[in-house]
Protein backbone atom coordinates (compact mmCIF):
# COMPACT_ATOMS: atom_id res chain seq x y z
CA UNK A 1 0.00 0.00 0.00
CA UNK A 2 1.59 3.30 -0.74
CA UNK A 3 1.32 5.77 2.07
CA UNK A 4 -0.06 8.53 -0.12
CA UNK A 5 -2.99 6.11 -0.15
CA UNK A 6 -3.63 6.19 3.86
CA UNK A 7 -5.41 8.85 5.34
CA UNK A 8 -2.80 10.44 7.24
CA UNK A 9 -0.66 10.39 4.04
CA UNK A 10 -3.50 11.74 2.16
CA UNK A 11 -3.89 14.12 4.91
CA UNK A 12 -0.79 15.22 4.54
CA UNK A 13 -0.65 15.54 0.78
CA UNK A 14 -3.44 18.06 1.02
CA UNK A 15 -1.65 19.94 3.82
CA UNK A 16 1.52 20.22 1.54
CA UNK A 17 -0.70 21.71 -1.43
CA UNK A 18 -2.25 24.08 1.07
CA UNK A 19 0.92 25.17 2.76
CA UNK A 20 2.42 25.17 -0.87
CA UNK A 21 0.04 27.80 -1.57
CA UNK A 22 0.74 30.08 0.83
CA UNK A 23 4.45 30.17 -0.05
CA UNK A 24 5.62 27.95 3.01
CA UNK A 25 9.76 26.81 2.05
CA UNK A 26 10.10 23.50 0.21
CA UNK A 27 12.46 22.11 2.54
CA UNK A 28 10.15 22.42 5.89
CA UNK A 29 7.42 20.82 3.33
CA UNK A 30 9.47 17.97 2.61
CA UNK A 31 10.24 17.09 6.33
CA UNK A 32 6.61 17.42 7.00
CA UNK A 33 5.76 15.31 4.29
CA UNK A 34 8.58 12.80 5.23
CA UNK A 35 7.28 12.66 8.86
CA UNK A 36 3.66 12.68 7.60
CA UNK A 37 4.75 9.37 5.54
CA UNK A 38 6.71 7.63 8.27
CA UNK A 39 3.49 8.20 10.86
CA UNK A 40 1.04 6.58 7.90
CA UNK A 41 3.40 3.72 8.13
CA UNK A 42 3.63 3.21 11.58
CA UNK A 43 0.22 3.61 11.75
CA UNK A 44 -0.68 0.98 9.18
CA UNK A 45 1.98 -1.50 10.77
CA UNK A 46 0.09 -1.60 14.09
CA UNK A 47 -3.03 -1.46 12.88
CA UNK A 48 -1.49 -4.80 10.96
CA UNK A 49 0.23 -6.11 13.93
CA UNK A 50 -2.92 -5.74 16.39
CA UNK A 51 -5.02 -6.81 13.37
CA UNK A 52 -6.02 -10.54 14.82
CA UNK A 53 -6.99 -9.41 17.90
CA UNK A 54 -9.32 -7.12 17.57
CA UNK A 55 -12.53 -8.27 18.70
CA UNK A 56 -10.69 -10.83 20.99
CA UNK A 57 -12.03 -11.92 24.33
CA UNK A 58 -10.38 -12.62 27.45
CA UNK A 59 -10.61 -16.70 27.39
CA UNK A 60 -12.76 -15.86 31.15
CA UNK A 61 -15.62 -15.78 28.83
CA UNK A 62 -16.05 -18.03 27.11
CA UNK A 63 -18.17 -21.06 27.51
CA UNK A 64 -16.49 -23.69 28.83
CA UNK A 65 -19.80 -26.02 27.68
CA UNK A 66 -19.34 -27.95 30.51
CA UNK A 67 -15.89 -29.45 29.83
CA UNK A 68 -13.14 -29.65 32.21
CA UNK A 69 -9.41 -29.72 31.56
CA UNK A 70 -8.15 -32.24 34.25
CA UNK A 71 -4.86 -31.76 36.58
CA UNK A 72 -3.52 -34.83 34.58
CA UNK A 73 -4.31 -33.04 31.25
CA UNK A 74 -2.47 -30.04 32.75
CA UNK A 75 0.60 -31.42 34.36
CA UNK A 76 0.92 -33.22 30.73
CA UNK A 77 0.51 -29.62 28.76
CA UNK A 78 3.20 -28.35 31.20
CA UNK A 79 5.63 -31.00 31.00
CA UNK A 80 5.82 -31.87 27.26
CA UNK A 81 4.85 -28.68 25.87
CA UNK A 82 1.24 -30.36 23.63
CA UNK A 83 -1.10 -31.92 24.52
CA UNK A 84 -4.03 -34.22 22.24
CA UNK A 85 -7.59 -34.55 23.15
CA UNK A 86 -9.78 -36.37 20.80
CA UNK A 87 -13.53 -36.24 20.38
CA UNK A 88 -13.95 -32.32 20.32
CA UNK A 89 -16.64 -32.54 17.24
CA UNK A 90 -19.33 -35.20 16.78
CA UNK A 91 -19.45 -37.13 13.10
CA UNK A 92 -22.36 -34.72 12.07
CA UNK A 93 -20.28 -31.54 13.06
CA UNK A 94 -17.38 -32.59 11.46
CA UNK A 95 -19.54 -33.24 8.23
CA UNK A 96 -21.36 -29.58 8.42
CA UNK A 97 -18.17 -28.02 8.86
CA UNK A 98 -16.21 -30.26 6.20
CA UNK A 99 -19.18 -29.23 3.63
CA UNK A 100 -18.55 -25.67 4.61
CA UNK A 101 -14.75 -24.84 3.83
CA UNK A 102 -15.88 -27.19 0.05
CA UNK A 103 -18.56 -24.71 -0.34
CA UNK A 104 -15.75 -21.38 0.56
CA UNK A 105 -13.22 -23.21 -1.35
CA UNK A 106 -15.69 -23.65 -4.43
CA UNK A 107 -16.46 -20.34 -4.33
CA UNK A 108 -12.86 -18.99 -4.43
CA UNK A 109 -12.21 -17.67 -0.84
CA UNK A 110 -9.09 -19.69 -0.20
CA UNK A 111 -6.17 -18.04 -1.12
CA UNK A 112 -1.97 -18.19 -0.19
CA UNK A 113 -0.86 -18.55 3.12
CA UNK A 114 -0.54 -15.10 4.53
CA UNK A 115 2.85 -15.92 6.33
CA UNK A 116 4.74 -15.55 3.83
CA UNK A 117 4.48 -11.50 4.29
CA UNK A 118 6.84 -10.61 7.10
CA UNK A 119 8.54 -13.07 9.34
CA UNK A 120 11.43 -13.77 7.05
CA UNK A 121 11.76 -17.32 7.08
CA UNK A 122 8.27 -18.12 6.07
CA UNK A 123 8.46 -18.76 2.29
CA UNK A 124 10.11 -21.67 3.74
CA UNK A 125 7.79 -23.10 6.29
CA UNK A 126 4.33 -23.29 4.09
CA UNK A 127 4.37 -24.80 1.13
CA UNK A 128 1.10 -24.80 -1.37
CA UNK A 129 -1.25 -24.74 1.46
CA UNK A 130 -4.29 -22.34 1.37
CA UNK A 131 -6.28 -20.80 4.08
CA UNK A 132 -8.88 -19.01 4.73
CA UNK A 133 -9.24 -16.33 7.77
CA UNK A 134 -12.03 -15.58 9.62
CA UNK A 135 -15.00 -16.39 7.66
CA UNK A 136 -17.88 -15.98 9.41
CA UNK A 137 -19.94 -19.17 8.68
CA UNK A 138 -21.91 -20.93 11.52
CA UNK A 139 -20.35 -24.09 11.06
CA UNK A 140 -17.02 -23.00 11.24
CA UNK A 141 -18.08 -20.50 14.19
CA UNK A 142 -19.14 -24.04 15.72
CA UNK A 143 -15.68 -24.82 15.32
CA UNK A 144 -14.25 -21.73 17.01
CA UNK A 145 -16.50 -22.08 19.49
CA UNK A 146 -15.09 -25.44 20.88
CA UNK A 147 -11.48 -24.17 20.95
CA UNK A 148 -12.93 -21.00 22.97
CA UNK A 149 -14.71 -23.64 25.35
CA UNK A 150 -11.23 -25.29 25.75
CA UNK A 151 -9.62 -21.59 26.46
CA UNK A 152 -12.25 -20.74 28.69
CA UNK A 153 -11.47 -24.37 30.60
CA UNK A 154 -7.62 -24.02 30.16
CA UNK A 155 -7.92 -20.51 32.48
CA UNK A 156 -10.27 -21.99 34.71
CA UNK A 157 -7.67 -24.78 35.45
CA UNK A 158 -4.60 -25.00 37.85
CA UNK A 159 -2.69 -25.05 34.31
CA UNK A 160 0.79 -23.19 35.64
CA UNK A 161 2.34 -22.07 32.39
CA UNK A 162 5.52 -23.65 30.66
CA UNK A 163 9.13 -23.40 32.65
CA UNK A 164 10.11 -20.09 32.98
CA UNK A 165 7.27 -18.19 31.16
CA UNK A 166 5.16 -15.75 32.60
CA UNK A 167 2.32 -17.13 32.40
CA UNK A 168 0.87 -17.25 36.05
CA UNK A 169 3.20 -14.30 37.45
CA UNK A 170 2.15 -11.80 34.78
CA UNK A 171 -0.84 -9.65 34.60
CA UNK A 172 -1.42 -10.43 30.92
CA UNK A 173 -4.28 -12.30 30.57
CA UNK A 174 -4.73 -15.45 27.32
CA UNK A 175 -6.95 -14.38 24.88
CA UNK A 176 -9.20 -16.22 22.54
CA UNK A 177 -8.83 -13.97 19.07
CA UNK A 178 -11.88 -13.43 17.41
CA UNK A 179 -10.20 -15.02 14.03
CA UNK A 180 -9.67 -18.76 13.13
CA UNK A 181 -7.56 -20.10 10.29
CA UNK A 182 -8.98 -22.78 8.43
CA UNK A 183 -6.40 -24.60 6.02
CA UNK A 184 -6.55 -27.13 3.28
CA UNK A 185 -3.74 -28.87 2.13
CA UNK A 186 -3.89 -30.82 -1.38
CA UNK A 187 -3.26 -34.23 -1.96
CA UNK A 188 0.53 -34.62 -3.24
CA UNK A 189 0.12 -34.46 -6.78
CA UNK A 190 -2.46 -32.95 -6.97
CA UNK A 191 -3.42 -30.05 -9.63
CA UNK A 192 -6.01 -27.72 -8.84
CA UNK A 193 -6.68 -25.70 -12.46
CA UNK A 194 -9.17 -23.60 -10.34
CA UNK A 195 -6.05 -22.26 -8.55
CA UNK A 196 -5.17 -20.39 -11.53
CA UNK A 197 -8.76 -18.60 -11.21
CA UNK A 198 -7.79 -17.09 -7.96
CA UNK A 199 -4.27 -17.11 -9.63
CA UNK A 200 -5.89 -14.01 -11.43
CA UNK A 201 -8.34 -12.31 -8.86
CA UNK A 202 -7.08 -9.41 -6.88
CA UNK A 203 -8.74 -8.24 -3.09
CA UNK A 204 -7.71 -5.69 -0.81
CA UNK A 205 -6.82 -8.21 1.85
CA UNK A 206 -4.67 -10.20 -0.85
CA UNK A 207 -2.79 -6.66 -1.79
CA UNK A 208 -3.08 -5.53 2.24
CA UNK A 209 -1.18 -9.04 2.93
CA UNK A 210 0.89 -8.97 0.17
CA UNK A 211 0.37 -12.63 -0.24
CA UNK A 212 1.51 -14.69 -2.95
CA UNK A 213 -0.82 -16.38 -5.23
CA UNK A 214 -0.53 -19.65 -6.79
CA UNK A 215 0.62 -19.83 -10.22
CA UNK A 216 -1.94 -22.79 -10.30
CA UNK A 217 -0.29 -24.97 -13.06
CA UNK A 218 2.27 -26.94 -10.83
CA UNK A 219 1.67 -29.72 -9.30
CA UNK A 220 1.20 -29.62 -5.33
CA UNK A 221 4.56 -31.95 -4.82
CA UNK A 222 5.21 -30.42 -1.83
CA UNK A 223 2.52 -30.08 0.45
CA UNK A 224 4.28 -30.31 3.94
CA UNK A 225 5.60 -27.72 6.45
CA UNK A 226 8.89 -27.40 7.57
CA UNK A 227 9.50 -27.09 10.96
CA UNK A 228 9.24 -24.35 12.81
CA UNK A 229 7.46 -23.06 16.20
CA UNK A 230 4.72 -20.73 15.58
CA UNK A 231 6.13 -17.49 17.19
CA UNK A 232 9.25 -17.72 16.26
CA UNK A 233 10.79 -15.73 13.69
CA UNK A 234 8.47 -12.56 15.19
CA UNK A 235 11.44 -11.70 17.42
CA UNK A 236 14.64 -11.35 15.06
CA UNK A 237 14.24 -7.10 14.75
CA UNK A 238 17.24 -7.10 12.95
CA UNK A 239 16.34 -9.43 10.19
CA UNK A 240 12.28 -8.01 9.78
CA UNK A 241 13.41 -4.49 10.33
CA UNK A 242 10.87 -2.38 12.43
CA UNK A 243 8.52 -1.79 10.42
CA UNK A 244 7.71 -6.16 9.96
CA UNK A 245 8.72 -5.64 13.83
CA UNK A 246 6.04 -3.82 14.37
CA UNK A 247 3.79 -5.49 11.94
CA UNK A 248 4.53 -9.45 13.57
CA UNK A 249 3.54 -8.39 17.09
CA UNK A 250 0.23 -10.22 17.08
CA UNK A 251 2.81 -13.20 16.52
CA UNK A 252 4.76 -12.73 19.32
CA UNK A 253 2.11 -12.99 21.86
CA UNK A 254 1.01 -16.30 20.75
CA UNK A 255 1.46 -18.64 23.65
CA UNK A 256 -0.56 -21.29 22.76
CA UNK A 257 -1.39 -23.05 19.02
CA UNK A 258 -5.01 -24.94 19.20
CA UNK A 259 -5.27 -27.25 16.27
CA UNK A 260 -8.74 -28.70 15.26
CA UNK A 261 -8.40 -31.54 12.27
CA UNK A 262 -11.38 -32.55 10.19
CA UNK A 263 -10.46 -35.43 8.20
CA UNK A 264 -12.85 -38.04 8.04
CA UNK A 265 -11.68 -41.66 7.88
CA UNK A 266 -7.98 -40.80 8.16
CA UNK A 267 -5.77 -43.77 7.83
CA UNK A 268 -2.13 -45.27 8.11
CA UNK A 269 -0.63 -43.88 4.64
CA UNK A 270 -2.80 -40.79 4.23
CA UNK A 271 0.08 -38.70 5.75
CA UNK A 272 -0.40 -35.35 6.68
CA UNK A 273 0.71 -36.04 10.53
CA UNK A 274 1.78 -32.98 12.54
CA UNK A 275 5.42 -34.15 14.31
CA UNK A 276 6.21 -32.32 17.19
CA UNK A 277 9.41 -32.59 18.42
CA UNK A 278 9.55 -32.33 22.43
CA UNK A 279 13.53 -31.64 22.74
CA UNK A 280 13.59 -28.99 19.81
CA UNK A 281 16.33 -31.43 17.59
CA UNK A 282 14.69 -30.89 14.53
CA UNK A 283 17.82 -31.82 11.60
CA UNK A 284 16.03 -33.74 8.81
CA UNK A 285 12.73 -33.49 10.51
CA UNK A 286 10.57 -34.83 7.50
CA UNK A 287 12.62 -37.98 6.80
CA UNK A 288 12.57 -41.60 8.67
CA UNK A 289 15.72 -40.78 10.61
CA UNK A 290 14.32 -37.51 12.27
CA UNK A 291 15.64 -37.10 15.99
CA UNK A 292 13.14 -37.88 18.91
CA UNK A 293 9.96 -36.78 17.54
CA UNK A 294 5.97 -38.01 18.13
CA UNK A 295 3.80 -37.58 14.91
CA UNK A 296 0.08 -37.05 15.63
CA UNK A 297 -2.26 -38.46 13.14
CA UNK A 298 -4.65 -35.26 11.83
CA UNK A 299 -8.09 -37.35 13.20
CA UNK A 300 -11.49 -35.65 13.24
CA UNK A 301 -12.23 -33.93 15.81
CA UNK A 302 -8.99 -34.07 17.89
CA UNK A 303 -7.81 -31.40 18.90
CA UNK A 304 -3.85 -30.79 19.24
CA UNK A 305 -2.86 -27.75 22.00
CA UNK A 306 0.81 -26.27 21.78
CA UNK A 307 3.49 -24.14 23.46
CA UNK A 308 3.69 -21.60 20.28
CA UNK A 309 6.94 -19.90 21.16
CA UNK A 310 8.45 -23.36 21.95
CA UNK A 311 7.25 -27.04 20.24
CA UNK A 312 8.86 -27.31 17.50
CA UNK A 313 6.94 -28.99 14.47
CA UNK A 314 6.17 -29.61 11.15
CA UNK A 315 3.39 -31.30 9.10
CA UNK A 316 4.32 -34.46 7.10
CA UNK A 317 3.32 -34.55 3.41
CA UNK A 318 -0.03 -35.77 2.85
CA UNK A 319 -1.65 -38.46 0.68
CA UNK A 320 -5.48 -37.15 1.04
CA UNK A 321 -6.83 -33.67 1.14
CA UNK A 322 -6.39 -31.96 4.44
CA UNK A 323 -8.50 -29.63 6.75
CA UNK A 324 -7.11 -28.22 9.65
CA UNK A 325 -8.19 -25.03 11.48
CA UNK A 326 -5.81 -23.34 13.80
CA UNK A 327 -6.63 -20.67 16.96
CA UNK A 328 -3.83 -18.81 18.35
CA UNK A 329 -4.64 -18.00 22.13
CA UNK A 330 -2.45 -15.09 22.63
CA UNK A 331 -1.33 -13.89 26.10
CA UNK A 332 -1.92 -10.08 25.93
O1 LIG B 1 -2.02 -27.96 10.07
C1 LIG B 1 -1.30 -28.32 11.00
O2 LIG B 1 -1.37 -29.45 11.49
C2 LIG B 1 -0.26 -27.38 11.56
C3 LIG B 1 -0.23 -26.05 10.94
C4 LIG B 1 0.89 -25.22 11.44
O3 LIG B 1 1.87 -25.69 11.93
C5 LIG B 1 0.77 -23.77 11.35
O4 LIG B 1 -0.20 -23.26 10.76
O5 LIG B 1 1.65 -23.07 11.88
FE1 LIG C 1 2.82 -24.20 13.09
Request: one cysteine or more.
Amino acid sequence: MSWMSHKYGAAAARRFITSFNHGVSLDKVGVGMTMAGCLALITDAVRQGQAPLNGSLPARDGNANGRVFTPEQCRQLEKDGYIVMDGFLSTQQVKDARQAIRKLDDDYQFRGSPYETFDGTSSTIRTRDRVIINKIENHLDLVRQHIASFAKCLVDSDFQGFPGDAYLESTSTLHMPAQMQVSICDAVGGIDTRLQTVNNMKSDNEIENGNHRYDGIQKSTHNFYHEHKDSAGADNLGELGIIGWIKSQHLRQRYLTCILYLNTDWKEGDGGCLRVFPTGNSSDALKDGAPEHVDIAPLAGRMIVFSSPTLVHAVMATNVERYACVVWLALV
